[in-house]
């Protein structure tokens, strides 16, 4: 009995130490797990807050970034800032230099936590740079004297700058020119033949003619368009009937109609050259001169007043824009286009996207000018990708083709002042 009672008392103690054992080791582990939750992920110093560029905080040390380009997937949402020419020594402390009174600078951040512009003051997390040249926003300068268009800098002890552009040597055209009443071009302009090529398919071209040449880039988007509209509407049939004309030709058909109004129609001659003006090109001031302008018209029909309301141009209103085209004459825009006559088969080459732009704005090129002139920079998207037209008084343009594609580049009129650059923001 003795032994059997040893045993048990032994057996007791035993399991008495097991679970005071098991007792301390889960209190070991509870302690332990409340410590690596509150200790750090990591233990290096915290990023400070933004900090004006006037007096730069300087950052404790840190694990370092791969880049500040990690933050550009946000592009599509970016802080937009617009500085204006109040803004005078923000603007000139950027960019070590002074700009014209009419400047305006457009800023996009494309992560506002590292950067921005807020208070009159640019505000930074300078802990986050730890390369030279990573850049915290893109730029643009707009005014009489320059564009610019980069990278906005900054480096760790708060400088901010903006990147080396050289000047673009791109050439300007002649695809957004205006030739109008207004705005008319030089006779060697006009009789200009560099270039031009033959229409020759018989599928649109009426009577087998051989007079008629266009710019290789339009004559491939007219055949875009005719076949898109055959395609669409086998009835429609639309053939050219006029494209570039020399200044001799322009003359030669405007004198026709002036002398036969005098003669028949019993008008002055400054009544009959007046009332002609409206409805055909003075010389020099025609659109047929710059290997851009076609009349596309569907058989059956004549370049009258008969056509309005015919399929054809129905069609051509609805669609030609798609294929880079304007109707250049429309009604309801004669203040602007000086053209009475309201033609629905006088298309206009001036590419993608400004077509797109002119036809969902439903602006004709002079109101669209008008409003270039005014508001120097218009944005809008098409396609989803957003594009910018700025106006260039002069061709000071420096663009770095990392933040903006130019699309094209071309002289406004010969009696307006400036170009127009076509730009697709990236």
């Known amino acids: 009995m003795k032994n ?70 946000r592009k599509n949402n970016p802080q937009n800032v617009t500085l204006t020419a109040d803004k005078d020594k923000v603007i000139n402390d950027m960019f070590n230099s002074t700009v014209d009174n009419d400047a305006t600078v457009y800023i996009s951040f494309p992560d506002s936590s590292v950067a921005c512009y807020e208070n009159d003051k640019f505000n930074l ?36 700058y903006m990147n080396e552009i050289k000047k673009s040597t791109m050439k300007h055209d002649v695809s957004l020119r205006i030739i109008n009443r207004d705005n008319p071009i030089t006779q060697d302009e006009a009789n200009d033949t560099t270039g031009l090529i033959q229409l020759k398919d018989k599928n649109y071209v009426l009577d087998n003619r051989d007079d008629l040449f266009i710019l290789p880039h339009v004559k491939q988007a007219l055949e875009e368009l005719l076949a898109a509209a055959d395609k669409q509407d086998a009835s429609l049939k639309m053939h050219v009937a006029s494209a570039y004309r020399t200044y001799d030709s322009q003359k030669q058909s405007f004198d026709y109609w ?115 002139l005014t508001e120097k920079l218009i944005d809008f998207t098409y396609d989803n990708e957003t594009y910018w037209y700025i106006y260039a008084k002069n061709d000071n343009i420096y663009i770095d083709e990392n933040v903006m594609e130019t699309v094209q580049y071309s002289r406004i009129a010969s009696n307006i002042e400036g170009y127009v650059v076509l730009c697709k923001v990236k």
């Open 258 to 372: 002036v002398n036969r109004r005098v003669t028949q129609e019993n008008m002055t001659y400054a009544q009959a050259y007046e009332y002609t003006a409206g409805r055909v090109a003075i010389p020099g001031c025609s659109e047929h001169h710059n290997g851009l302008t076609l009349d596309v018209v569907g058989y059956g029909y004549m370049m009258d007043e008969s056509s309005k309301g015919a399929p054809y141009a129905i069609w051509l209103k609805n669609n030609s824009y798609k294929y880079g085209f304007t109707v250049r004459y429309e009604e309801g825009k004669e203040q602007y286009t000086k053209i009475t006559l309201y033609e629905p088969w006088h298309l206009r080459y001036v590419g993608l996207p400004t077509a797109f732009y002119l036809y969902n704005e439903n602006l004709c090129m002079e109101e669209f000018y008008q409003k270039l």
């Open 4 to 73: 059997k009672e040893k045993v048990k008392r032994i057996t007791g103690v035993i399991a008495a130490v097991i679970l005071f054992c098991v007792a301390i080791a889960i209190l070991i582990f509870l302690f332990r797990k409340g410590d690596v939750i509150n200790t750090p992920e990591n233990p290096t110093g915290q990023v400070t807050e933004s900090s004006d560029l006037s007096s730069p905080t300087s950052t404790r040390q840190y694990t370092p970034i791969e880049g500040l380009n990690r933050y550009l997937p």
């Open 125 to 160: 997390n300078t802990g986050i740079f730890h390369e030279k040249h990573n850049y915290i926003a893109t730029v643009t300068i707009i005014s009489d004297s320059i564009i610019k268009s980069g990278y906005l800098l900054a480096d760790r002890d708060g400088t901010i």
